[in-house]
């Protein structure tokens, strides 16, 4: 007893005590302060919690019943707890409007097959603070983003058990950041990402291991750097891109197999590898004899050499790189028609041997009526339009202005050396010429002057008489 009275007495068991007591009354205070719960009204078959743009965070609570559908709008900071969903019976449809910030836990949204329809899951200018891993899944059938923003996505955020999903969906979304495998291991029939602004780098598996049985459309949509592999489809049907603009694509950016159609026209590729195109393939189910036509128009690529290239090079960050030829599984018949390249054509390229030159490369070669390229600094002037956009050259015309033209000035420049030396040879050959004859008539006879008329017609009378000179 007295040992444990002189422990209460000292000073350092004392502090002890109070920390834990201090401990204590934090979780305390943390359990009686948690999130308050949205207010939510039932009306026949239709549950709906509206927050009434409450500024104060406040979290869904769990539901429960026969519901049909559940609306949750018109809240400023929200948090979906797990299992939010687990105690409600058919329901078929869940829809969230105008939500400035939502947090989705693990299994947030997460029903059953046994208890549920399918689930249509809603998003209307909702802006995501955090979906977590497995936040949206079990058997869903359709999912929408339609405006707002994502800030982030970890793993697994969406999964589906179903065994084809009808839509994913993302229209007018700014995607700040989401994580490798995000969107892993499930099949849609339909895909669609419109008008979406992408501000982060989209890792390698992004989208991984999906299956789109019907069509896969990415239109309008604004990318930075996307790394190898980032979209990864086992199975593509109809695969379209249009109008999208990528700062920048790595090696084999998009990995597909593609059983119907594929098409990509008016996009705009940044820095560009030449295998950035490389693991499109064709599907195993494609059985008609003819090649798979794979559609590559009206695009724009700004072709980076590949990374062993470039090692080698200390000042390739600054010089323009020479345009590289973009591979294609040979499986495909290909289609190019104006193709742009942002670079400045290189004449090295060309095997001047040939009349006319041609280019070494066979891709180049190949395409040569539909390839254009920018044009060079010199010519930067008179190659902008009104508006400023840099315009494009067709190959052809830039062999025959550029490459051709620079032949043409090596063989004036050397004709005009030889016609100089010979105009000098013929110089020296005229002034050796008035040298000789200077030289001659210093070793020529003085010759008499000549008789006066008087002097002529007395030698003629004496000639005409017979007489000799020596008789006069």
């Known amino acids: 007893m007295r040992n ?4 209460l007495k000292d000073p350092t068991t004392t502090s002890v005590v109070l ?37 104060q965070p406040l979290v869904l609570p769990q539901l429960h019943g026969t519901v049909y559908q559940v609306k949750i709008r018109n809240c400023r900071d929200l948090t979906v707890e797990p299992n939010a969903l687990d105690n409600t019976e058919g329901l078929r449809k ?22 549920n329809k399918a689930l249509i899951v809603e998003f209307e200018l909702v802006n995501f603070q955090l979906i977590d891993s497995h936040a949206i899944s079990g058997n869903i059938e359709e999912i929408s983003f339609t405006g707002g923003r994502i800030e982030q996505m970890h793993p697994f955020g969406f999964t589906t ?16 950041h989401i994580e490798s495998q995000a969107f892993k291991k499930f099949a849609v029939e339909k895909m669609t990402i419109v008008n979406c602004n992408f501000i982060g780098n989209l890792p390698t598996r992004a989208f991984y291991e999906l299956e789109v049985r019907n069509e896969l459309a990415m239109l309008n949509n604004q990318f930075q750097e996307l790394h190898s592999h980032a979209f990864s489809f086992k199975l593509i049907s109809k695969l379209s891109l249009n109008e999208n603009r990528f700062a920048a694509v790595d090696g084999e950016w998009l990995e597909a197999y593609i059983r119907d159609a594929v098409a990509l026209r008016n996009n705009q590729f940044g820095a560009t590898s030449d295998i950035a195109f490389r693991s499109l393939g064709v599907h195993r189910d494609y059985q008609l004899s003819e090649r798979l036509e794979l559609r590559f128009h009206n695009n724009t690529v700004r072709s980076v050499l590949p990374p062993s290239s470039s090692a080698h090079g200390a000042d390739m960050a600054v010089a323009s790189p020479p345009p590289q030829p973009l591979r294609f599984d040979e499986r495909f018949a290909l289609s190019i028609r104006q193709l742009h390249y942002d670079n ?23 395409h040569s009526e539909q390839l254009l390229f920018r044009a060079t600094a010199t010519a930067t002037a008179t190659a902008t339009d009104g508006g400023g956009a840099v315009a494009f050259v067709p190959m052809r015309q830039l062999i025959v202005d550029q490459c051709q033209r620079t032949n043409y000035t090596a063989y004036i420049v050397l004709g005009s050396l030889l016609l100089a030396l010979l105009i000098v040879l013929l110089l020296l050959l005229l002034w050796w010429r008035l040298a000789q004859r200077r030289r001659r008539r210093k070793l020529d006879v003085v010759q008499p002057e000549p008789r006066t008329y008087k002097e002529t017609q007395i030698v003629y009378q004496i000639e005409n008489a017979g007489l000799l000179k020596t008789d006069l």
Not at 21 to 48: E, G, Q
Not at 344 to 366: G, H, N, T, V
């Open 4 to 7: 444990i009275i002189k422990n």
């Open 19 to 55: 920390l834990y007591w201090l401990l204590w009354l934090c979780t305390t205070a943390t359990t009686a302060t948690a999130l308050p719960k949205v207010s939510c009204t039932d009306h026949d078959t239709t549950i709906t919690c509206d927050c009434n743009n409450d500024e």
């Open 344 to 366: 400045e054509w290189d004449c090295e390229q060309l095997d001047m041997s040939a009349q006319p030159p041609q280019p070494r490369i066979e891709f180049f070669r190949q």
């Open 161 to 176: 058990i179903k065994d084809s999903a009808i839509l994913l969906k993302l229209d007018g979304v700014t995607i700040n």
């Open 94 to 115: 869940i829809s969230f409007q105008h939500l400035d910030k939502l947090v989705l836990k693990k299994n947030a949204l997460s029903v059953s097959r046994e208890s």
